[in-house]
């Protein structure tokens, strides 16, 4: 990945999973008797808490077989791609994912997964980058690469090529 090319600690992990983004809270009301007879319930959709389950858990696995042991509270730098299954030819001319999902979606699904497995809270993110393009492959693959860093080495991050 040409974001970390230049750091030696930095960890890639990849996965082929079909690409799900986070969606809204959903509210439900439940009837109670008392004075006020209803409460309104908020609660993650199935289709996004399947989605943080089944990649928490591929994530912890690579952990184990990689041999890496640790949840740290330090700040921390992620590069997230997500590369969509190429389904026709007409998206051969751009390598470029430019539909829906939206990348914050995307970004914000799989940084709540990594929570309280890779790091304690996703606030320790203070940089994240998220690439939505066709995978040259036919299927969804979403690769992470991250790294302990402190919010000064940010002037150390190189451009992505395809920003220059």
């Not at 309104?40 to 994530?59: A, C, H, M, N």
Request: proline share 4%.
């Amino acid at each position: 990945m040409e974001f970390y090319e230049e750091f030696p600690e930095i960890y890639t992990f990849s996965t082929d999973i079909k690409i799900v983004a986070k969606e809204r809270p959903r509210f439900a009301g439940i009837a109670r008797s008392g004075i006020n007879g209803f409460k309104s319930v908020v609660y993650t959709p199935k289709k996004t808490k399947d989605f943080e389950q089944e990649f928490g858990l591929k994530f912890k696995a690579w952990l184990r077989h990689v041999g890496l042991d640790f949840k740290c509270e330090s700040p921390m730098a992620m590069h997230i791609e997500f590369k969509f299954a190429s389904k026709s030819n007409k998206n051969k001319d751009s390598s470029f994912h430019s539909k829906k999902p939206d990348w914050d979606n995307l970004g914000k699904i799989v940084c709540d997964s990594l929570n309280k497995i890779l790091y304690e809270d996703d606030c320790q993110l203070w940089d994240v980058r998220v690439v939505k393009k066709f995978n040259d492959e036919n299927k969804d693959q979403i690769v992470i690469s991250f790294k302990y860093s402190q919010p000064e080495d940010a002037l150390k991050v190189p451009r992505l090529s395809y920003l220059k």
